[in-house]
């Protein structure tokens, strides 16, 4: 079978969406059977590259609008597969406008295309002058591109239900749980020695928040929660908003508790993981589609403090389980749900042996390929 994923970006650029997209690729290349390629708009200049057995062809852009990279040469990358049969899945990543116009302008001009999926990984929120200029059309194109779709794919039942577009199609949709490879997640003899010099370093309890500093993670709710926090807080993520974000902290007096790290390596994320007591997840709307930083978390047996979104966020992480879910944007709802983790040990404890089992009973990178292998074969007929 002849796959194509299609999306915005692609590693190295930095994204949830971008990091799911290249997992999933890269595992659906290992197995038999499987030729998987790529196409997404180039943010410099446009190439074609192997990843790990992916072919990934990264075609020209003119621009962006609203965050969405405008490509001719990707509606013509997408009209010259379906004249040539070469592909037998198209799997589209929404939120993705030039992708999604490309597919219904294709499916209207012409019969002739392979069958077409989709992952929906969340409703489209304008965050933005521009975004909400544009919700409209956009609204209007995504019904269309659902109608077009064969299958719709999504991360947890939570965003089937409450997305404002996905009742419409019913019948299409998949609950396809996200996965990770917890490998790289396991504790080492070696890993524990960078871990316990974390510790001694950023002092202890240790909270750990990683992500883009960008308005819809609330990273802005952290700080205001942490007066009330006992410990440190490690900010791993850069992002416009990392100046205010710091003068935040100095006005709140926090600033010697609250160490700004920028960007992480593989390598020095899982040692953070394996230091910190607890995961913060304080996003407040519904952008956060899943947090797959929880189960890097879970993979690393740390409990999770995370928000009641109407997405998979509380999916990910389940309350009283795997960690505790909080009302968005409550500074003090999310101080309490932290001091009552750090303060704790036990709790601490139970709640990351649970958030592992589960991790491995539910949301390894294995069980996604083969759910989202079933998805095609179903699509395609065989």
């Known amino acids: 079978m002849r796959v194509l994923h299609v999306n915005k970006r692609y590693p190295p650029h930095i994204g949830g969406i971008e990091r799911h997209v290249q997992e999933l690729a890269r595992a659906e290349a290992q197995r038999p059977g499987l030729d998987v390629e790529v196409v997404v708009v180039a943010e410099g200049a446009a190439r074609d590259e192997c990843d790990e057995g992916v072919q990934v062809h990264r075609v020209p852009g003119r621009g962006t609008v609203a965050s969405n990279p405008l490509s001719p040469a990707l509606h013509r990358f997408l009209a010259d597969s379906a004249r040539s049969g070469c592909h037998d899945v198209w799997h589209f990543h929404y939120p993705f406008p030039s992708g999604e116009f490309s597919l219904v302008s294709r499916a209207i001009r012409s019969g002739h295309r392979p069958k077409a999926v989709c992952t929906y990984h969340s409703d489209m929120v304008a965050t933005s002058t521009a975004k909400r200029a544009l919700s409209t059309p956009y609204a209007g194109l995504t019904r269309s591109f659902l109608r077009h779709v064969d299958a719709v794919m999504v991360a947890s039942p939570q965003l089937a239900g409450n997305s ?76 416009p908003l990392r100046p205010g974000l710091e003068a935040l902290a100095a006005r709140l007096g926090v600033q010697g508790r609250v160490h700004f790290v920028g960007s992480a390596s593989q390598d020095d994320l899982v040692a953070l993981f394996h230091a910190a007591d607890v995961l913060a997840l304080p996003s407040v709307t519904a952008n956060e589609a899943f947090g797959l930083v929880q189960l890097e978390a879970h993979a690393c047996g740390v409990p999770v403090v995370s928000t009641s979104l109407p997405t998979g966020v509380p999916f990910a992480n389940l309350h009283g389980v795997t960690g505790l879910v909080v009302t968005p944007g409550d500074p003090v709802e999310f101080a309490a749900a932290l001091g009552l983790l750090l303060e704790d040990e036990a709790l601490r404890a139970e709640f990351g042996r649970r958030a592992r089992a589960r991790l491995l009973a539910e949301f390894t990178l294995g069980r996604m390929v083969d759910d989202v292998l079933a998805v095609y074969q179903k699509v395609v007929g065989t």
Do not use: N
């Open 164 to 239: 404002r577009f996905l009742a419409g199609v019913c019948d299409k949709i998949h609950v396809v749980p996200f996965g990770i490879d917890a490998a790289p997640f396991e504790r080492t003899a070696e890993g524990e020695v960078v871990a316990a010099r974390l510790r001694w370093s950023y002092g202890t309890p240790l909270t750990l928040f990683v992500g883009r500093l960008v308005p819809y993670k609330g990273a802005d709710v952290l700080l205001k929660a942490m007066p009330h926090v006992p410990g440190s807080l490690v900010i791993v993520g850069d992002g």
